[in-house]
């Protein structure tokens, strides 16, 4: 069974660019999940969706992040404009449904440094 | 305000010895808990779930217990190898849409 596939794996940009990821979760997974990571911190909630709907995207700063998960598969996550402190990696979780206790499975993460 | 703690940031362990990480909480009542591995460069691995009506839950030389009462679940390393060297999280459901919050991590280091 293929895992999580994120691209880029790194990308470095100047603060005020915008930046744009990419995620195709496990084949039949229906919630996935988009994570900040900063150094030495635990991952961050940004987004979940369930299928191609939004279930919570309340830490999702707004003003700049935007997320979207066309046909309930594949998801992208961008960033316009880019701060300094958006430096992290963003890592894609999928699970197979909402409520079922199901352990959720990482990509291996796009590390951002912005400067 | 609600907070996952885990004990230390670090924790050097001889081989073969049991590792012990502790994760505590505040003004959280989880139905289940989970613990996660992570090594340098790569997302978490999913290691454990516990529910809130178990007291412990076991896989190979993995145990976590789970006190409600205490507020706290302990993950148990038996026969450390240096191969279990990384990062541990714990996660808590929050109760809606299986949402979960992680705590910052213990980095462990088992010791040859």
């Known amino acids: 069974e293929a895992g999580v596939a994120q691209s880029p794996r790194y990308k470095i940009i100047e603060k005020r660019q915008s930046v744009a990821f990419w995620c195709n979760p496990i084949s039949g997974h229906a919630t996935l999940y988009w994570y900040q990571q900063i150094l030495g911190q635990g991952p961050k909630l940004l987004i979940q969706f369930q299928n191609n709907g939004v279930v919570d995207d309340s830490q999702l700063p707004k003003d700049r992040f935007s997320a979207e998960r066309l046909k309930g598969v594949d998801s992208t996550l961008k960033i316009q404009p880019a701060k300094l402190e958006d430096s992290a990696v963003y890592l894609c979780?999928?699970?197979?449904?909402?409520?079922?206790?199901?352990?959720?499975?990482f990509g291996p993460g796009t590390r951002l440094t912005v400067l | 305000s609600q907070k996952i703690e885990q004990n230390s940031e670090a924790l050097n362990i001889q081989e073969g010895k049991t590792a012990t990480l502790t994760c505590n909480y505040t003004n959280y009542s989880p139905a289940y808990l989970q613990w996660y591995r992570q090594d340098p460069g790569r997302g978490p691995v999913f290691l454990l779930l516990?529910?809130?009506?178990?007291k412990e839950k076991r896989k190979e030389r993995l145990k976590v217990t789970f006190d409600t009462t205490l507020k706290q679940s302990l993950f148990h390393i038996t026969a450390s190898q240096p191969a279990d060297s990384a990062t541990y999280l714990c996660a808590l459901d929050v109760g809606r849409d299986d949402k979960i919050i992680f705590g910052k991590g213990t980095r462990l280091h088992i010791l040859p």
């Open positions: 516990i529910r809130e009506n178990e």
């Open positions: 979780a999928s699970s197979l449904r909402v409520s079922s206790y199901n352990e959720q499975f």
